[in-house]
């Protein structure tokens, strides 16, 4: 029986022959079959000949179809993969930025405290020199207040190193501050 082999084209797959048990024209398809629990690709190709008859060929195409289905698997594998590494790449960035603005957000407030205090104590070592200053033109104190005002320029240089100090921080902080937007930006 000539449609014996095509009882085992898989339920999916019979529409086709369906087609073209309704035309004349030269046929070329995939079909699967159904062997032994074993699902096998083929490649069938029919041709009406001039007698009437149709010759038919059916080529093995399974192994062919194995690697296309491998390979389309391991694509979808490896895009899957992309993803989720720049997911996390994302993630990394993302917690990165939050943890450099956090730190720099956290050493502006102590140097502002810094500034302010090195601000009331250079105010205040300033008005304790102009008092002594004018101290200076009394003679019975005049040794004690040169002493004085020698303390209270070493008041202000160590006020001034404090302030030096701190504006090279502050410069610092914004700088990796200002790297960061960029990197993001």
Do not use: M
């Not at 046929?27 to 041709?47: G, I, P």
């Not at 050493?107 to 102009?130: Q, S, T, V, W, Y």
């Amino acid at each position: 029986d000539a449609a014996a082999p095509f009882s085992h084209v898989h339920t999916d797959d019979r529409r086709i022959l369906d087609q073209w048990s309704k035309t004349s024209e030269p046929h070329v398809s995939e079909l699967r079959f159904v062997h032994n629990d074993n699902l096998v690709w083929t490649l069938a190709q029919s041709v009406l000949l001039g007698t009437g008859e149709t010759l038919v060929t059916i080529t093995d195409i399974s192994a062919t179809k194995r690697y296309e289905i491998e390979k389309l698997e391991y694509l979808s594998k490896v895009e899957a993969e992309q993803r989720k590494r720049a997911q996390d790449a994302e993630y990394h960035r993302k917690s990165q930025e939050l943890f450099v603005d956090t730190i720099c957000h956290e050493i502006r407030n102590p140097l502002n405290g810094i500034f302010n205090n090195a601000d009331l104590l250079k105010a205040n070592a300033e008005e304790r020199l102009k008092i002594a200053k004018n101290k200076s033109h009394d003679e019975s104190v005049v040794h004690h207040t040169q002493e004085e005002i020698r303390n209270i320029h070493g008041d202000l240089e160590a006020v001034e190193a404090i302030l030096i100090c701190a504006r090279h921080q502050q410069l610092i902080t914004e700088d990796v501050l200002h790297q960061t937007n960029i990197q993001i930006g």
